[in-house]
């Protein structure tokens, strides 16, 4: 009996041996997979963080980008509308001989500049729908919103001036539609006689109400009061207003 006993009291002490490399080997693992957790969620973090640098990059540069192309879009406007040259042609493809005064000046001017080269190499002759502003859709929208610009500062001048005069004159365009020509005379704050066009009015008729209406429409469009007219100047007597 006691060397049974001796013998149990070995085997149990055996075990207890064993059993603790077993814990310390799951402690192990354990600390070994959170270390490995904690590393890929690093790494993750960083590859995210990267991507969303670049990705910050990438869209800082194309803003610059196509800032960089509407400055020059609206500094050939500016040029053109200046001195009264029509900006579209029969075609707008890069390379035709019709493609009009617009889309002629930014190839020429590409031929010195390298910016506007590739930009014409990437973007020019793929039609509508693609994003290029050369493009009589999207640079005449353009030159609406300068024409709306320069009004706005015409209208700001006339109403600092308070008083003006009145030139209303009918005339045919190119395709023999009457238009009605409405002109402002006021003095500048300089002390300069201006004489601005704020418009036209197509097809108002030849009466002396029609006129009277269509100018008195143009100028409450502006904000202006025609109390404050001190002269009217009309092309056909008969019909004045």
């Known amino acids: 009996m006691p060397q049974r006993n001796s013998k149990a009291l070995e085997e149990n002490q055996c075990l207890s041996t064993e059993s603790k490399p077993t814990a310390e080997s799951s402690q192990l693992q354990n600390v070994t997979d959170n270390s490995s957790m904690n590393n890929a969620s690093a790494l993750s973090n960083s590859t995210e963080q990267h991507e969303n640098v670049s990705y910050g990059n990438q869209l800082e540069d194309g803003k610059r980008y196509w800032r960089e192309v509407l400055r020059q879009v609206v500094e050939c406007l500016k040029f053109l509308c200046n001195r009264g040259l029509a900006l579209r042609g029969d075609s707008e493809e890069i390379g035709d001989f019709s493609k009009g005064n617009f889309l002629g000046a930014w190839e020429f001017l590409a031929?010195?500049?390298?910016?506007?080269?590739?930009?014409?190499?990437?973007?020019?002759?793929?039609?509508?729908?693609?994003?290029?502003?050369?493009l009589s859709t999207s640079y005449e929208e353009i030159v609406f919103l300068m024409a709306k610009k320069v009004l706005d500062s015409i209208t700001s001048e006339i109403a600092c001036a308070k008083y003006f005069s009145l030139i209303v004159d009918s005339s045919t365009d190119t395709s023999h539609c009457d238009q009605l020509a409405i002109i402002i005379l006021y003095v500048s704050e300089e002390d300069v006689v201006e004489e601005r066009l704020i418009g036209f009015e197509s097809s108002c008729g030849h009466s002396?109400?029609?006129?009277?209406?269509?100018?008195?429409?143009?100028?409450?469009?502006l904000g202006l009061n025609i109390k404050d007219a001190r002269g009217q100047t009309y092309d056909n007597a008969s019909k004045c207003i």
């Open 111 to 134: 031929k010195f500049d390298p910016f506007l080269a590739k930009h014409l190499e990437s973007r020019g002759n793929q039609g509508r729908g693609n994003v290029s502003y050369i």
């Open 208 to 221: 002396g109400k029609a006129m009277a209406d269509a100018v008195k429409k143009t100028l409450d469009n």
